[in-house]
């Protein structure tokens, strides 16, 4: 089975050790999750965004590339293509201001694109594996204010706004709220029993 993993923090996946001003629960989360995937003798394929200097921005002429079906850079081709015959997508990523980082927001706009990776026409997903799509996020919010009183922007984003639209119906999110404030124990007791 073929997992593709996009990381979008800006520590990149170096940052899962416990090391003050540079460390991130997140790359611990993409650490046990790499682990535990190979343990299962999956195939990973790690895109770290910040690790590739990942340029987020769609400009007038990437748009015009985009438009007319033509990949935007042989950066974005190249992610295209390991994307096309994934069994399992994960996107990884903190929620920043209720939302995804610019990065995860910019991979959606320029890499998932229409004639490539989905029919203009039919909305159609061209994935070849129709992929199981998960999403594992950390967030400050507590868990119950976001999906209640905020409403889940996520969710309605990438599950109801992107990939239902394209019949991608297997998604799952995993979110771990508040992880900062909680002991060194506690995190490495989640990190133990995480599993996807």
């Not at 070849?128 to 999403?135: D, G, H, L, R, Y």
């Not at 990939?163 to 490495?188: D, Q």
């Amino acid at each position: 089975m073929k997992t593709v993993i996009i990381f979008d923090h800006p520590y990149t996946a170096t940052a899962s050790d416990n090391i003050p001003h540079h460390r991130s629960f997140l790359a611990a989360l993409l650490k046990t999750t790499i682990k535990q995937l190979r343990d299962e003798n999956n195939d990973v394929d790690l895109i770290d965004l910040h690790a590739d200097n990942f340029n987020p921005v769609m400009t007038a002429d990437d748009l015009s590339n985009w438009r007319r079906s033509k990949p935007i850079d042989s950066q974005v081709e190249d992610y295209q293509n390991r994307l096309l015959d994934a069994d399992r997508i994960i996107f990884m990523f903190p929620i920043w201001w209720e939302v995804m980082p610019a990065m995860t927001k910019g991979f959606l706009d320029k890499v998932y694109a229409k004639g490539i990776l989905y029919q203009a026409d039919s909305m159609k997903n061209k994935l070849t594996k129709s992929p199981k799509i998960e999403v594992i996020t950390t967030m400050s919010t507590p868990s119950f204010a976001y999906k209640f009183l905020i409403g889940s922007p996520i969710t309605k984003m990438l599950f109801r706004g992107t990939f239902i639209k394209t019949r991608l119906w297997n998604f799952k999110w995993k979110n771990f709220s508040g992880v900062e404030k909680k002991p060194l124990a506690k995190r490495e007791q989640i990190l133990r029993d995480f599993r996807l």
